[in-house]
C-alpha cells in the first residue's frame, strides 16, 4: 500500500473514508461538492507489501476475508492443467509431457525454499516470492517450441533457466545469489537425474529468443558463448549503423543481461527494472535488446522548465502510437529523469493497469475510439465506447514496455518503492552487479590496444571495491567505484597513453630521422673521400702541367721581351721615320700650297681646248717643246 505520511495517514486512503463516510469529494477547481452514489468497492492489499495496517475508521466500512497462500496441491492443479494443455497442443513428446507433475513439484518445492531463505528487510525491501514469481517461471517455459524441448532433461533445463531469472536476477548480493544456485541444484537434484555442477559450467544455461539468430526468433538454448557473441555483435553493427554509435563491449555478463532483457521484453505485460550502479551498461543493453526484439525505444527528453504536463503530452503522444498505431515501443526511463517525485505517479499507473486517469480529453478519447472501431468490427467484437477503451488499454499493456533504470545507491529506491508498489510488484527485476575482473579486463583490451601488464587495471579496480567494503564497516562512509569511474579512468589511460605514445613515437622519428641523416652524410662523406683522392690525382697532374706550361711561358716570355725589346728599338726607329716623313709632307704641302695657282692656271688652260685643237695637235709629229 502507499506510503504512510508525516501525519499518520494515508492519502488514497481518507479520500475513500471520505466517499464512504460523506457520498461526496470536494471538487477543488470549482470549489463546489461533488455528489457520487450507488459507488460500492471491492478492495485487497498484500499485508507483506509497502504500510501494514489499515486506518480503523477506513477499515470499520468493510468485511475483512483473509486469503492464504495456496496450498502446494492447489498449486499443483493449476499449473498442471496449464502445462499439460501446452504441451498436448503443441505437439510435445511423451516423455516431456509425463515430467510434468514431477517439474511442477520440484517448482514448488524450490519457491518454498526460496521464500524461506530470502526474506524481505529494510535493505532487501524486494525480496517479496510470492504466486506471481511462480507464474512468470511457467510463464517463460510457455515460450518453449517442441523443437526446444525434445527430452525431459531439456525440459529440467529450461526450468532451471527459467527458476534463475525469476529468483535469482532479483537478489542484490554475489553470496545470495551463490546461495540459491546451491539450493537450485539441490533442489534439481532431489526431483532429477543426471543434475550436477556441470550445468552451470561447461555450457551457457542462456535460453533467448535469437539463440539460432536474429531472424529465427525462437525461444532456444545458446549454444556457446562465442556463438552468441557472434550474433550480438552482428546485431550491434547493424543498430550502430541506424542509430546512433554504441561502443559496447560485449563480455559474458553483458550478453547474460541482454538475454536477461530480451525475454522479459518478449513477455506479456512484460516491464523491467534494471538495478545498477552508474555505467553498468544499464540503457545500452536495454536499446540492443530492444532492437533484438525490433521495439521502438522511447525516452523524454529533459529541458528548462519540463514538468508533469509535459509528461503527460508525452505519454498521451506515446499511448496514441502504440494503441493505435500498433507500434511496439519500449518506454525507457531513468532515475536522472525524474526532476519531480510526481512523474512516478504516473509511471506507477501504467505498470498497474495501463490507464492513467485524465490522460486523454474527451474530445481525444472520442478519437481513440472512432480509431480502432473497425479493428474491433473485424475481430468479431462489440465496438461500444467501453470495449474500444479496453481494447485500447490492453493494446498498450502489450505493446508498451515500460523500463526502469534505477540506481540502488543510497534510500531512494527503496522510499519510491514504498510510495509507489507498482515499481517492484509489476516489474520484473534485474539486478546489476559489479564487473567481475575478468569483464573488466575485457573493457580494458577494447578500449586500449593489448600491451604486457594491462590485467592490473582491473585487479586494482577490484582492489578499490574491496577496499571500499571494509571502508564502510570500518568508518560507516561509502565510497562508491562504479563501472562509470572505471571507465572514465580507462579513457584518461588512454588519452594519457595515446599522448604519450605519440611523443615518444615523434622522438623516436626524429632519432632514426637523425641517425638516417648521419648515415647519409658519412656515405657521402665516403664518396667525396674516393671523388677527392681522385681529383687530387688529377689536381697533381694539372699542377705538373701547369707548372711545365709555366716554364715554356717563361721561356716564352723571356723570348717575347726580346722581341718586344727589338720592336721598341724599330718603333722608335719609325718614329724618327714618322718625324721625318711628317716634316717632308710639310714641306710638300707648302710646295703644293705655291704650285696652286699654276695648277689652277693650267686646269684653265686645258679647259679652253676643244676638239678641233686636239684634232690638231694630233697632226703634229712631234710635240711642241713648250706643251712637256
Known amino acids: 500500500m502507499p506510503e504512510v505520511d508525516v501525519y499518520g495517514t494515508v492519502q488514497p486512503h481518507t479520500l475513500i473514508r471520505q466517499h464512504l463516510d460523506y457520498n461526496h469529494w470536494y471538487d477543488r477547481q470549482r470549489l463546489v461538492l461533488k455528489e457520487i452514489h450507488n459507488c460500492q468497492y471491492i478492495t485487497c492489499m498484500n499485508p507483506t507489501a509497502g504500510s501494514f495496517s489499515v486506518n480503523p475508521r477506513l477499515q470499520r466500512h468493510f468485511s475483512v476475508f483473509a486469503v492464504h497462500f495456496p496450498s502446494a496441491e492447489a498449486l499443483a492443479t493449476i499449473f498442471t492443467s496449464i502445462l499439460s494443455a501446452h504441451f498436448l497442443q503443441g505437439g510435445f513428446s511423451y516423455g516431456v509431457s509425463r515430467s510434468v507433475g514431477t517439474l511442477i513439484q520440484a517448482a514448488i518445492c524450490l519457491h518454498q525454499k526460496i521464500s524461506q531463505n530470502f526474506l524481505p528487510t529494510a535493505i532487501r525491501f524486494h525480496y517479496i516470492f510470492n504466486l506471481r514469481d511462480l507464474s512468470n517461471i511457467f510463464q517463460g517455459i510457455l515460450f518453449a517450441l517442441p523443437d526446444c524441448v525434445r527430452y525431459p532433461i531439456d525440459l529440467v533445463h529450461l526450468w532451471l533457466h527459467e527458476s534463475s531469472r525469476v529468483y535469482s536476477d532479483k537478489l542484490m548480493e554475489e553470496k545470495d545469489v551463490e546461495l540459491f544456485n546451491k539450493i537450485l541444484l539441490d533442489t534439481g537434484k532431489r526431483y532429477f537425474e543426471g543434475i550436477d555442477e556441470s550445468i552451470f559450467i561447461h555450457q551457457p544455461l542462456v535460453y533467448c529468443h535469437f539463440a539460432h539468430g536474429v531472424g529465427e526468433p525462437r525461444y532456444h538454448q545458446a549454444s556457446d558463448w562465442e556463438k552468441l557473441q557472434k550474433t550480438l555483435t552482428d546485431a550491434l553493427e547493424h543498430y550502430n549503423e541506424l542509430h546512433a554509435v554504441m561502443n559496447l563491449v560485449l563480455f559474458e555478463e553483458a550478453m547474460q543481461h541482454v538475454c536477461r532483457i530480451s525475454r522479459i521484453l518478449e513477455a506479456p505485460h512484460g516491464n523491467a527494472l534494471l538495478v545498477g550502479v552508474g555505467g553498468s551498461g ?304 710639310q714641306q710638300s704641302e707648302k710646295d703644293l700650297a705655291k704650285a696652286e695657282p699654276a695648277l689652277q692656271a693650267a686646269n684653265a688652260a686645258l679647259n679652253t681646248l676643244n676638239r678641233l685643237n686636239l684634232t690638231e695637235l694630233r697632226t703634229f709629229p712631234n710635240p711642241p717643246s713648250h706643251s712637256d
Open 282 to 585: 544499464k540503457q545500452s543493453l536495454c536499446r540492443l535488446a530492444a532492437f533484438l526484439s525490433t521495439l521502438e525505444v522511447f525516452q523524454i527528453t529533459l529541458r528548462k522548465g519540463y514538468g508533469i504536463h509535459d509528461l503527460r503530452s508525452d505519454i498521451a503522444a506515446l499511448y496514441i502510437k502504440v494503441g493505435v498505431k500498433n507500434i511496439g515501443t519500449v518506454f525507457l526511463h531513468t532515475d536522472a529523469q525524474i526532476p519531480d517525485e510526481r512523474f512516478l505517479v504516473l509511471i506507477n499507473d501504467m505498470l498497474a493497469s495501463g490507464d492513467i486517469p485524465d490522460l486523454f480529453s474527451e474530445e481525444e478519447v472520442d478519437m481513440i475510439v472512432t480509431s480502432i472501431r473497425m479493428e474491433l468490427r473485424g475481430l468479431g467484437l462489440m465496438d461500444n465506447r467501453d470495449n474500444c477503451w479496453a481494447f485500447f488499454i490492453e493494446r498498450i499493456r502489450r505493446q508498451l514496455k515500460v523500463v526502469l533504470c534505477f540506481s540502488p545507491v543510497g534510500f531512494t529506491l527503496r522510499t519510491r518503492a514504498r510510495k509507489f508498489p507498482a515499481l517492484v510488484n509489476c516489474t520484473a527485476i534485474d539486478w546489476f552487479h559489479s564487473w567481475p575482473q575478468l569483464a573488466l579486463q575485457s573493457v580494458s583490451t577494447t578500449f586500449i590496444e593489448k600491451i604486457p601488464d594491462l590485467e592490473f587495471i582491473s585487479y586494482a579496480h577490484t582492489s578499490v571495491n574491496e577496499v571500499s567494503v571494509k571502508y564502510q564497516q570500518n568508518e560507516k562512509h561509502f565510497n562508491y567505484t562504479t563501472p562509470k569511474s572505471f571507465l572514465e579512468f580507462m579513457k584518461l589511460y588512454g588519452n594519457l597513453l595515446g599522448t604519450k605514445r605519440r611523443e615518444l613515437t615523434q622522438k623516436m622519428e626524429r632519432l632514426e630521422n637523425g641517425l638516417q641523416k648521419l648515415q647519409t652524410t658519412a656515405s657521402q662523406v665516403e664518396d667525396l673521400k674516393a671523388k677527392l683522392a681522385v681529383q687530387e690525382v688529377e689536381l697533381w697532374q694539372r699542377n705538373t702541367d701547369t707548372e711545365a706550361l709555366i716554364s715554356k711561358i717563361g721561356q716564352q716570355t723571356d723570348k717575347l721581351n726580346q722581341e718586344r725589346a727589338v720592336a721598341d728599338a724599330e718603333e722608335q726607329r719609325v718614329g724618327t721615320i714618322q718625324a721625318e716623313v711628317t716634316t717632308q709632307q
